[in-house]
């Protein structure tokens, strides 16, 4: 099988930044499509980024232009580098990727936006 961890969430001011990190192992490889999603409460969970195993990233809307998603391969972790940070964000982050047929989560990681 294979395991997800995230880490980096916190609180922050508004126009802060933070950076998340997913871990991936056993048999997941950070070179696998990932994705972040996010949950706020009494809302659904919704796409944030994603990247493919070719190196396409693609964003919701409404982090266009803030937030960035990245790799690094040797390191088995997948990134989102958040910046210009509004409390709308605040959300539980989690990192997501699919192993064979299934859809493998990570626990997820609170970032809190707020002055």
């Known amino acids: 099988q294979g395991q997800l961890v995230e880490s980096g969430g916190g609180l922050v001011q508004p126009g802060g930044s933070l950076r998340l990190s997913c871990k991936a192992s056993?048999?997941?490889?950070?070179?696998?499509?990932m994705s972040w999603y996010r949950q706020a409460p009494g809302k659904q969970r919704e796409l944030v980024a994603s990247l493919t195993s070719g190196g396409t990233s693609n964003y919701a809307d409404f982090v266009k232009g803030r937030f960035a998603i990245s790799r690094d391969i040797r390191k088995n972790t997948v990134y989102l580098q958040m910046n210009s940070l509004k409390p709308e964000d605040t959300a539980v982050y989690y990192c997501?990727?699919?192993?064979?047929?299934?859809?493998?989560w990570g626990q997820g990681t609170q970032v809190t936006v707020s002055s």
């Open positions: 997501k990727t699919n192993l064979g047929v299934n859809d493998v």
């Open positions: 056993g048999r997941i490889s950070s070179i696998f499509t």
